[in-house]
Nanobody
Framework: QVQLEESGGRLVQAGDSLRLSCAAS???????MGWFRQGSGKEREFVAA????????NYADSVKGRFTISRDNARYTVSLQMNNLKPEDTAVYYC??????????????????WGQGTQVTVSS
């Protein structure tokens, strides 16, 4: 089992950059790690994922070229670097961990553990 805690969310302006972090605690970090987001009145959607090795990543089309997921397996952390933020990026961002560590899945059902979320608000 693993516990996840996100940090770094805040109010920014369109065009700004922001880095979210997720710290994991548990006996292992051998999980696929993903970021999802949920805007007000919307369903939770996939943002990015990285396999345990970090060699394989996956991004939603809406964030490709702007967001980068990275992980530090020694520190049990995963980050999401977000550049050129847009108002439509406003959402609560969730970190997630899945036991199928070799697949950078975009499917919510592929993740077994979730953090509490951190709010990102992008003003126009």
């Amino acid at each position: 089992q693993v516990q996840l805690e996100e940090s770094g969310g805040r109010l920014v302006q369109a065009g700004d950059s922001l880095r979210l972090s997720c710290a994991a605690s548990g006996r292992t970090f051998k999980y696929v790690m993903g970021w999802f987001r949920q805007g007000s009145g919307k369903e939770r959607e996939f943002v990015a994922a990285a396999t345990w090795s970090g060699a394989t990543t996956n991004y939603a089309d809406s964030v490709k070229g702007r967001f980068t997921i990275s992980r530090d397996n020694a520190r049990y952390t995963v980050s999401l670097q977000m550049n050129n933020l847009k108002p439509e990026d406003t959402a609560v961002y969730y970190c997630a961990a899945g036991r199928t560590w070799y697949v950078a899945t975009s499917d919510r059902t592929g993740y077994d553990y979730w953090g509490q979320g951190t709010q990102v608000t992008v003003s126009s």
